[in-house]
């Protein structure tokens, strides 16, 4: 793992992006990686929030991985500031390689540095091999998420 970078991402690593978006079931049914326009206005407005951080992981030139780590100021928890990981996504070939540890990892350090006191993330119901992945990793499953499609 050590030819591995984990980086911002940057214009054109967003095809790539959408693509890993996009490779799974259900992926498959909400992305559009014909049309990178709606990604492309995504990232500008991402890059100019400091509490958005989204990453690419990158082995030998290629996108094989990415995640986009959310920071939220807060007053809950005595005024505690918490992260959110969403969009965890591994390329097929790398899957197994221990690059989505890796990447995880590297959301939780960044939010230590951003002095974090809780890291969260969700996933789809039917994602059962990415629940053990996250519990692996010491997540629990303490909270039951809702979503409200708009």
């Known amino acids: 793992m050590g030819d591995l970078e984990i980086r911002t991402a940057a214009t054109d690593d967003v095809s790539a992006i959408v693509a890993l978006l996009a490779d799974d079931p259900l992926g498959a049914q909400r992305e559009s990686p014909d049309d990178l326009a709606p990604y492309l206005a995504a990232l500008e407005r991402l890059a100019s929030d400091p509490n958005q951080h ?34 965890v996504r591994v390329h097929a070939d790398e899957r197994g390689s221990g690059l989505g540890t890796r990447l995880i990892e590297w959301a939780i350090e960044e939010s230590r540095r951003q002095e974090c006191q809780l890291v969260q993330l969700t996933s789809d119901n039917t994602r059962t091999d990415a629940h053990r992945f996250y519990e692996r990793l010491g997540f629990t499953a303490s909270h039951v998420g809702f979503k409200l499609q708009l």
């Open 54 to 87: 989204l990453v690419v992981a990158v082995r030998e030139g290629r996108v094989v991985g990415t995640l986009q780590l959310t920071v939220i100021p807060g007053l809950s928890r005595r005024g505690s500031t918490r992260s959110v990981i969403e969009g």
